[in-house]
């Protein structure tokens, strides 16, 4: 898809109040898309819409919307497709994190991220996408993953869970889709500075007094901005790329992985070691 101009199309960002999915909203808009868009922040939510209308765009419908509940993403959908017959660009995002081994990861703490994580993005696909197909006039897909979702540690047993089934989940949606014209890229960030390290839940020995406050302080020193993320996701839709990693960390991990999964396994012991988590 060529995204240097996106007059006359729309596309949809869940989780589009902070972060990634926000900066990703305007991003699009800049380049002339219409947005539609949702959050659990309703607050967060209002002013990304004012942000994006400030810009001249049109917000074709948003909401109060939680991605793990299939009666809110069904309504939703109908909410958009009643002003659009299909979006464009449909940018599954929203996500939470768990930070910790399995044995202290509850049923409570699984059956949340999973219902975000997983299957918010399936929810996304099964009520968007087959519109999509119907309209017959192509787009794509952007699931948010993470580098997680190919390089696994135990410090984040469930996270890892659900990034990688984002992952498989958009290889299989790539085959699928493409005799139908529809792209479909799996994101996978390294370390962004995004309100997600202040909302994860920590268990286990990650739990301990200051450990978020590390994560956050380690995440901003990285310095890489949910900003430049969303100038890499147009850049990942323009070039068609079904993975792709977005940062430094992100393109390392992902070639040991794929080159040398014996030094990928002994980094991430030798990372949770040294950081206790």
């Known amino acids: 898809m060529d995204t240097r101009s996106l007059e006359g199309k729309t596309a949809l960002v869940t989780g589009a109040a902070s972060g990634i999915g926000l900066e990703t909203a305007i991003a699009f808009a800049e380049r002339g898309a219409a947005l539609a868009l949702c959050d659990i922040d309703e607050s967060g939510l209002a002013a990304a819409v004012e942000r994006i209308e400030g810009l001249g765009r049109k917000v074709v419908a948003s909401g109060r919307v939680d991605v793990s509940k299939a009666d809110q993403m069904e309504a939703f959908a109908d909410s958009v497709h009643q002003r659009v017959e299909a979006v464009d660009i449909l940018m599954n995002n929203a996500g939470v994190a768990i930070g910790g081994p399995f044995l202290a990861t509850s049923l ?81 960030p390294g370390l962004i500075d995004t309100p997600i390290t202040r909302n994860a839940r920590l268990v286990g020995r990650m739990d301990r007094p200051g450990r978020r406050e590390e994560m956050i302080r380690g995440y901003q020193r990285r310095g890489y901005p949910p900003s430049r993320v969303a100038r890499n996701i147009l850049k990942a839709i323009e070039k068609d790329r079904l993975i792709a990693p977005i940062s430094i960390e992100a393109w390392m991990l992902y070639y040991a992985k794929r080159f040398a999964p014996w030094l990928l396994r002994r980094l991430m012991l030798t990372t949770t070691k040294k950081t206790g988590g």
Not at 122 to 140: A, D, L, S, T
Not at 145 to 157: E, I, K, N, P, R
């Open 108 to 188: 409570e703490d699984w059956n949340w991220i999973l219902g975000i994580n997983t299957l918010g993005v399936v929810h996304g696909c099964h009520f968007f996408i087959p519109k999509m197909v119907e309209r017959g006039q192509g787009g794509h897909v952007v699931n948010v993953a993470s580098a997680a979702g190919y390089a696994a540690t135990s410090a984040l047993a469930a996270y890892n869970t659900t990034k990688f089934s984002v992952v498989g989940l958009s290889e299989a949606l790539w085959e699928e889709l493409r005799p139908h014209s529809i792209g479909v890229t799996a994101v996978c």
